[in-house]
């Protein structure tokens, strides 16, 4: 099986995606952040295919997408002030919401936790997907990254293809992603409201909304937010993100020549993964330049750190991640 490319703007490709879907078929969705790998939400048998495809564990979560604010409280069986406020001021956006799950969603899509995070993503064409396939009665699209689990997310219809054309029924090509990385997920179920992920609505975005409603949040460090086992949200796994190539990170540039000089003195190849002006460019560009790196089959990849502040904690995040022992 080789999957079929479908445009995001034919008509005719965009109606075979949502038929492909309704019949319990894989179609990988474009987002704002990264390439989704969806699935009927409401059809167990199409999500273990997601589980199957990108040989994730089934015990790990995965996001619920759906058109509107709506139908994400529909998916909670207690829709918190802090959800209200979030989904309210981000969506659509980069922001997911971990909430208690309501009986129409399936212990399957949320790795048998009481809880699901659900989203509602910014792209035009997944935006109308989702509403057709609400009108035909599905509760979301449940949609990790359209990835092989644990490694570097795709921001391309080319990487989904490279990575799992062989495993889906179609890709839905609606070009590069806008933000290039994964969504900051928040849990919306506790008091106050916690940040499991980081993402381009960053932490102090998220407190300062929730803080002109009188509601607190709390962020935690790198370390509090990396499980081995059972974590209660994506991408909060230890080791994640992760290119072929070993990858080491530094804070500064002047330790990573250091590195690098030490490692080609050895005998062993480096790639150095560029570092764009800016964080906003440095998000966008992220998982295809450690692709582009990794595909050179160096003996090792090195990165530079942003500092732990706006957008760069995310970046940070995905990079510690990616470098951390597998």
Same mark, same amino acid.
């Given at each position: 099986?080789?999957?079929?490319?479908?445009?995001?703007?034919?008509?005719? =490709?965009?109606?075979?995606?949502?038929?492909?879907?309704?019949? *319990?078929?894989?179609?990988?969705?474009?987002?704002?952040?990264?390439?989704?790998? *969806?699935?009927?939400?409401?059809?167990?048998?199409?999500?273990?295919? !997601?589980?199957?495809?990108?040989?994730?564990?089934?015990?790990?979560?995965?996001?619920?997408? %759906?058109?509107?604010?709506?139908?994400?409280?529909?998916?909670?069986?207690?829709?918190?002030?802090?959800?209200?406020?979030?989904?309210?001021?981000?969506?659509?956006?980069?922001?997911?919401?971990?909430?208690?799950? &309501?009986?129409?969603?399936?212990?399957?899509?949320?790795?048998?936790?009481?809880?699901?995070?659900?989203?509602?993503?910014?792209?035009?064409? $997944?935006?109308?997907?989702?509403?057709?396939?609400?009108?035909?009665?599905?509760?979301?699209?449940?949609?990790?990254?359209?990835?092989?689990?644990?490694?570097?997310?795709?921001?391309?219809?080319?990487?989904?293809?490279?990575?799992?054309?062989?495993?889906?029924?179609?890709?839905?090509?609606?070009?590069?992603?806008?933000?290039?990385?994964? &969504?900051?997920?928040?849990?919306?179920?506790?008091?106050?409201?916690?940040?499991?992920?980081?993402?381009?609505?960053?932490?102090?975005?998220?407190?300062? $909304?929730?803080?002109?409603?009188?509601? *607190?949040?709390?962020?935690?460090?790198?370390?509090?937010?990396?499980?081995?086992?059972?974590?209660?949200?994506?991408?909060?796994?230890?080791?994640?993100?992760?290119? &072929?190539?070993?990858?080491? %990170?530094?804070?500064?540039?002047?330790?990573?020549?250091?590195?690098?000089?030490?490692?080609?003195?050895?005998?062993?190849?480096?790639?150095? !993964?560029?570092?764009?002006?800016?964080?906003?460019?440095?998000?966008?560009?992220?998982?295809?330049?450690?692709?582009?790196?990794?595909?050179?089959?160096? =003996?090792?990849?090195?990165?530079?750190?942003?500092? =732990?502040?706006?957008?760069? $904690?995310?970046?940070? =995040?995905?990079?510690?991640?990616?470098?951390?022992?597998?």
């Amino acid at each position: 099986m080789t999957a079929k490319l479908l445009g995001a703007n034919d008509e005719a =490709d965009f109606e075979s995606a949502v038929r492909i879907l309704l019949e *319990g078929g894989l179609v990988a969705i474009p987002t704002e952040t990264v390439y989704g790998l *969806g699935a009927d939400a409401s059809n167990p048998e199409a999500v273990a295919r !997601v589980f199957a495809a990108k040989g994730r564990p089934a015990n790990h979560p995965l996001i619920v997408h %759906v058109a509107d604010l709506e139908r994400a409280r529909m998916l909670s069986s207690d829709w918190s002030a802090s959800a209200e406020v979030l989904g309210r001021t981000f969506w659509p956006g980069p922001l997911s919401i971990l909430t208690p799950r &309501s009986e129409i969603v399936p212990l399957d899509v949320t790795g048998g936790r009481a809880t699901v995070v659900v989203r509602v993503p910014r792209h035009p064409a $997944t935006l109308r997907l989702l509403a057709e396939l609400h009108d035909a009665g599905s509760c979301g699209l449940a949609a990790p990254s359209a990835n092989r689990f644990g490694e570097v997310s795709p921001t391309t219809a080319r990487h989904v293809m490279t990575d799992l054309g062989g495993k889906i029924d179609a890709i839905l090509d609606g070009g590069a992603c806008e933000v290039g990385l994964e &969504s900051t997920i928040v849990d919306c179920s506790a008091d106050p409201a916690d940040i499991l992920r980081p993402g381009a609505i960053t932490r102090h975005t998220v407190a300062s $909304t929730l803080a002109e409603h009188g509601i *607190g949040v709390t962020s935690r460090t790198h370390a509090e937010r990396s499980q081995d086992t059972y974590a209660i949200a994506p991408g909060m796994l230890r080791s994640h993100y992760a290119p &072929s190539t070993r990858l080491e %990170v530094f804070e500064t540039d002047v330790l990573l020549l250091a590195a690098r000089q030490s490692h080609e003195s050895a005998g062993r190849s480096v790639e150095v !993964v560029p570092r764009p002006p800016d964080d906003f460019e440095y998000s966008r560009s992220l998982y295809a330049m450690l692709r582009e790196c990794d595909a050179r089959r160096a =003996d090792v990849m090195l990165a530079v750190l942003p500092a =732990d502040e706006g957008l760069g $904690t995310a970046i940070r =995040d995905r990079l510690l991640r990616a470098s951390a022992d597998r």
